[in-house]
């Protein structure tokens, strides 16, 4: 490979380790219509515990400010929901991350202009472009989404520099979209 071009058939070789499975998990993501109802939910629940102990709190609460009691349990309820759902996502990532099932062996990506053949010590599989729904070019990985919740990985180490990455990020990227007749 050069910095510049790919040339194609190309074959990468890699171990997947737990910092790669790390890294697609943290990924930003957008929330899904249910994550969505759960976030709030989450503000919702916060708001209506809030709103129990109404009367209890307002003793805390300094006299210039009883007028705004409502509009600052309010704003307290949606930023302890937040707190709450960030951290319910965050340890969702960690639980992912320490059950992530990892391949038995070095994984083996041959990669054409039609398909790519992944080999890992399990059955292989061949995985059409058009299958690749969006390549994320990190700044250590390349992400080739097959669902939302599912990739495949290719780090860094895979490559002889990161302009081979980009490289392969760029050309994975072309041949996704010329798959589905986008390019």
Same mark, same amino acid.
């Given at each position: 490979? &050069?910095?510049? &071009?790919?040339?194609?058939?190309? @074959?990468? &070789?890699? @171990?997947?380790?737990?910092?790669?499975?790390?890294?697609?998990?943290? !990924?930003?993501?957008?929330? &899904? /219509?249910?994550?969505?109802?759960?976030?709030?939910?989450?503000?919702? %629940?916060?708001?209506?515990?809030? $709103?129990?102990?109404?009367?209890?709190?307002?003793? !805390?609460? =300094?006299?210039?400010?009883?007028?705004?009691? #409502? +509009?600052?349990?309010?704003?307290?309820?949606?930023?302890?929901?937040?707190? *709450?759902?960030?951290? $319910?996502?965050?340890?969702?990532?960690?639980?992912? +991350?320490? @059950? $992530?099932?990892?391949?038995?062996?070095?994984?083996?990506?041959?990669?054409?202009?039609?398909?790519? /053949?992944?080999?890992?010590?399990?059955? $292989?599989?061949?995985?059409?472009?058009?299958?690749? *729904?969006?390549?994320?070019? %990190?700044?250590? #990985?390349?992400?080739?989404?097959?669902? =939302?919740?599912?990739?495949?990985?290719? =780090? !860094?180490?895979?490559?002889?520099?990161?302009?081979?990455?980009? %490289?392969?990020?760029? !050309?994975?990227?072309?041949?996704?979209?010329?798959?589905?007749?986008?390019?």
């Amino acid at each position: 490979m &050069t910095d510049q &071009t790919i040339e194609l058939p190309l @074959r990468l &070789t890699f @171990r997947l380790t737990r910092a790669d499975i790390a890294a697609y998990e943290r !990924l930003p993501r957008e929330l &899904t /219509k249910s994550g969505t109802l759960a976030f709030f939910a989450t503000i919702f %629940a916060c708001g209506m515990a809030l $709103a129990v102990f109404d009367e209890q709190l307002e003793g !805390l609460m =300094p006299e210039m400010l009883a007028g705004y009691s #409502h +509009i600052i349990f309010s704003v307290i309820a949606g930023a302890i929901g937040f707190a *709450a759902f960030s951290l $319910a996502l965050t340890l969702l990532s960690y639980w992912r +991350i320490a @059950r $992530a099932e990892y391949p038995p062996e070095d994984t083996e990506i041959e990669i054409s202009e039609d398909n790519l /053949k992944i080999s890992d010590g399990r059955p $292989a599989r061949i995985l059409e472009w058009n299958s690749v *729904a969006r390549v994320i070019d %990190a700044p250590a #990985h390349v992400f080739l989404c097959l669902t =939302p919740r599912s990739a495949v990985i290719v =780090p !860094l180490r895979a490559f002889q520099s990161v302009a081979d990455m980009r %490289a392969f990020a760029d !050309l994975s990227e072309a041949l996704s979209r010329g798959a589905d007749g986008d390019a």
